[in-house]
């Protein structure tokens, strides 16, 4: 995903939550109006993972504001995680990308669409997707917190149109995709079936029994395996919607 980080002198961002250990929490530069915003009281004040919540409006320069200050070296002016909300994101992600120039930040959309295409598009730029209705704040913070080390998350109606759309689109041949497959062990396909879910690695641990430890060891060796670049990467592989021929290669 993108690079750096940056924070809004112009258009100054208004602090949603700013408790006294926010430093040792993540920062979000929220990319819409304030007015839009639907969680008020997000983050809560309690919020272990999450600290505070800055404001970016459209067309987001605040960003690259806050990227220069956090070059020079203003701890707080960091962004972790940088959060869309939209009605298209057909436009508004792109933009905001543009936007975000050389910004290291990982990007969350919102939005109300949940159209296969729209959906795939975002999951293919390398960000994570939640529908609008179809999370709550509690899922917001942990899509924050997975972000940050690498995961993409998905609420479950997105990644129930990223599965219809995988199974869409023109399949590879079906001993291909099983010969991918048989790369690994039966502990790494059902890892594979829960990352597809839009699960963490957290998350899987707890269904399977396993240490978050055990599971990012597991996911490090199939990314190996299936020459994924990260867990995006890998999903589409597993799911048959990459875009490359690697299907038909074998392990490495």
Known sequence: MRSSRRAGTANRSP????PDDASRRLTVALACAEGDWPHRDWPSADDPYVGRALFTPPPHQALRDLARAADEGAEAAAVDVVVL??????????ELLSRMGDMNS??????????????????????????????????????????????????????????????RMAEPPADALERLRSMLSPRERQIME???TGLGAQEIGMRLRLSEKTVRNNL?????????????????????????????????
């Open 194 to 196: 829960l990352l597809s």
């Open 85 to 94: 909300h939209c009605e298209d994101p057909a436009d508004a992600f792109p």
């Open 15 to 18: 602090v949603l939550t700013a």
């Open 220 to 252: 490090s060796n199939i990314y190996a395996k299936l020459d994924a670049r990260g867990s995006t990467d890998a999903v589409l592989r597993w799911l048959g919607a990459a875009h490359d021929d690697s299907l038909g290669s074998t392990a490495r």
């Open 106 to 167: 990982s990007v969350i959309v919102i939005s109300p669409r949940r159209d296969t295409d729209t959906i795939l598009e975002v999951f293919r730029g390398g960000a994570g997707y939640l529908v609008e209705g179809d999370y709550c704040t509690c899922m917001l913070s942990a899509a924050v917190t997975g972000a940050v080390i690498g995961h993409t998350y998905l609420s479950p109606a997105a990644c129930a149109a990223l599965r219809e759309g995988a199974q």
